[in-house]
């Protein structure tokens, strides 16, 4: 048997997934934050979590540890042949044995899943937000992605950030009163001017100011007009990168796919209603479309392509059935 | 002769001053931050910053090491009777005699400066922002501060980011373009894509942002429309946080002193002129006055008022002229 490793590391969570040569999933398997591989402490971050991850698909998929025909890692923060990957290349090395062993940016794989490899362009919206996107001709173009502080707008971190923000400014008497207020502490379990200090003291962590990116949608789709006036800009943010990306690129037909991923998008059409807007308005022949995989789906499509198997109608149909199924269990 | 100190000190750096019973200004000394006390190396930071403003002072002055009769310090992140006040008074008591010792915020002694201890209002942008008040019947607010990320509207930081933030946008074609996709890089040394990294890496510390706010006015002055809409913005923010304040008290003349002190300012008009029309629109009963005195000499009030020395008019005469004298050498 041929097996193929497909890994989504992020900065919240990492996913992994195995398949054969058919495009059948045999395990899935999840650990914990991979990032910031060259900060302290970074290498054993990413060691447990993509051990933890496989160890989890391996015991699904009843496996011991194979020899992978290929194996396609994208990895938050870590860009194709650069510092970092090398770092995380040294890091799986000894973890597991594989062929053909590619190390590139979660975006991509993003990108991949969402597309199943066509032309096309992902949004995407997790702890942190960046727009990807790949021409017929295979040209690529990147906008956003410049991290919490210089970027990220629209991302979970964000949201959550400006839900804060907006409900110190309601206590503060500084900004209208939001449901917010009430909200965020009642989520967080702590009171609100507690959040601020607990943050800058390393106690709470960015990830957990993302979380409360949902309490900003809920009170957004409860028509809380602070809260919709947040997800509005973060639309507008992310609409924003995705355009700069359509339009860096060339589309022959007129026509660009715009796939939205992550979790912020959990949240429905309170944001996919203003983003589908948003991008009409500043890309015309930009199509919003729901993304085909998940990310670590996109990941083992871009293994097998690496080792030269085709995405045949039949092995992407497998892989969507067997995902579904391995996803729920 | 009777000597009393004041220090005041912030994200950036620690200013202190010594004067006499009449008010004369002996000595000015500088130091580094000495914020953060609480934080990893925050105490000897905090130590070596007042020692090196104290011994630069008494050089000044021609003193050895006085008893002080009173010593007022204001300490960014430190509010009166606080854990970090009482790590802040174990720093300081080996490194001066003094029969009495207050250590309080830098807001306070920015606002006791800026009115020379009469009721009014303090609106501060250095490094942060943060607005504090006290009114006639002697009660006092505040409102902002929550911090570089969750607050600081207004300040050298929110403004030095936000450039950087706009020039990330002009690059990327994600916002208009602007003078300060050159001018930051330029100023910084550095090309525009790596100012982010270099801070995620700890290479850049808040203050280099916040050293930006400069190119930003200038840019707003030489009316560039991006950063224009970042001045005010700023403007809003402070007037934001200086209206509630006013708002929180009781003016019984219906007429509240409203003093800008802090780096920000130094670029004037440019963010005075919105600030003025944005405190005008949210708090009519509120009068913009210049401020009347540094934070230092603020905390040199609040030494003498601790030890019973009214603020005679001649005091307060001698000590404008004598800071004068002493800061130009």
Same mark, same amino acid.
């Given at each position: 048997?041929?097996?193929?490793? @497909?890994?989504?590391? =992020?900065?919240?969570?990492?996913?992994?997934?195995? &398949?054969?040569?058919?495009g059948r999933v045999l395990g899935i398997g999840h650990g914990g934050?991979?990032?910031? +591989?060259?900060?302290? =402490?970074?290498?054993?971050?990413a060691r447990s979590a993509v051990l933890t991850a %496989?160890?989890?698909?391996?015991?699904?998929? /009843?496996?011991?540890?194979?020899?992978?025909?290929?194996?396609?890692?994208?990895?938050? /923060? +870590?860009?194709?042949?650069?510092?970092?990957?090398?770092?995380?290349a040294a890091v799986v090395a000894p973890l597991l044995t594989a062929r053909i062993v590619r190390i590139e940016s979660d975006?991509?794989?993003?990108?991949? @899943?969402?597309?199943? &490899?066509?032309? =096309?362009?992902?949004? +995407?919206?997790?702890?942190?937000?960046?727009?990807l996107g790949r021409d017929p001709l295979g040209r690529e173009a990147r906008a956003g992605g410049w991290g919490y502080l210089f970027g990220d707008e629209g991302s979970g971190f964000a949201l959550g950030l400006g839900g804060v923000r907006a409900a110190l400014h309601a206590h503060d008497g500084t900004?209208?009163?939001?449901?917010?207020?009430?909200?965020?502490?009642?989520?967080?379990?702590?009171? %609100?001017g507690e959040i601020p200090l607990l943050f800058y003291e390393g106690r709470v962590q960015r990830p957990e100011i993302a979380a409360l990116a949902s309490a900003v949608?809920?009170?957004?789709?409860?028509?809380?007009?602070?809260?919709?006036?947040?997800?509005?800009?973060?639309?507008?943010?992310l609409a924003a990168i995705a355009a700069a990306v359509v339009r860096r690129l060339t589309w022959p037909d007129g026509t660009a796919a715009v796939a939205p991923v992550g979790g912020v998008f959990r949240a429905g059409s309170v944001i996919l209603a203003p983003l589908?807007?948003?991008i009409a308005a500043r890309a015309p022949g930009a199509v919003l479309v729901p993304p085909r995989f998940?990310?670590?789906?996109?990941?083992?499509?871009?293994?097998?392509q690496a080792a030269g198997v085709a995405h045949s109608p039949e092995r992407l149909a497998l892989l969507a059935a067997t995902w579904e199924l391995r996803s729920r269990t």
């Open positions: 048997m041929e097996y193929f490793l @497909g890994v989504d590391g =992020g900065a919240t969570s990492t996913a992994l997934a195995l &398949c054969d040569r058919e934050p991979s990032n910031h +591989i060259l900060a302290p =402490g970074g290498e054993e971050r %496989l160890n989890g698909a391996l015991a699904g998929a /009843g496996l011991e540890s194979p020899a992978f025909e290929a194996a396609h890692f994208g990895m938050t /923060g +870590i860009s194709r042949d650069s510092e970092p990957a090398r770092a995380f975006a991509s794989v993003a990108l991949a @899943g969402a597309l199943a &490899c066509r032309p =096309g362009v992902v949004v +995407i919206a997790g702890t942190g937000s960046v727009s900004g209208p009163s939001t449901v917010l207020e009430t909200e965020i502490p009642r989520r967080f379990g702590r009171s %609100l949608t809920a009170a957004a789709a409860a028509a809380d007009p602070v809260a919709v006036s947040l997800v509005n800009t973060g639309a507008e943010g589908k807007a948003a998940e990310p670590a789906v996109g990941a083992l499509l871009l293994a097998m």
